[in-house]
């Protein structure tokens, strides 16, 4: 019983930690990330800038600008994120699957029992 703890604890960390690198290697790593996270980080500095300004129309309508650019570039944002959670959730969910089956007894190991055989009234199923 210990070591199937020890090797669920095991898998677990090895899952954790390729989930995290594939997150790099298909999110942080790329190109397109990185210059939006860049564009991003450059936008919300200018508009901490542009609050401290006066604020006429013209002005107003700048911020309104650099806001829409700054909601669509985060809307980019997290459309690289999410094709690549999509394809990781996809993966992982294969191999939950694969690790169910081998701590899960097989159904082809279990016996069905006949109710003369152990005097109850309504078949049963026994493990070997």
Known sequence: MRKLKVASFLESVLTFCSCAGLTWLMVYRTEKYQKLKAEVEKQMEKRKEAHGDSLDKQHKKKI????????????????????????????????????????????????????SFTGLSSPTIHPL
């Not at 959730?89 to 690790?99: D, R, W, Y």
């Open 64 to 115: 309104e600008r650099e806001e829409e650019k700054l909601k669509n570039n985060n809307r980019d944002l997290s459309f690289v994120k999410m094709k690549s959670m999509f394809a990781i959730g996809f993966a992982f969910t294969a191999l939950l699957s694969m690790f169910n089956s081998m701590y899960v007894r097989p159904a082809s190991l279990l016996v069905y029992s006949d109710r």
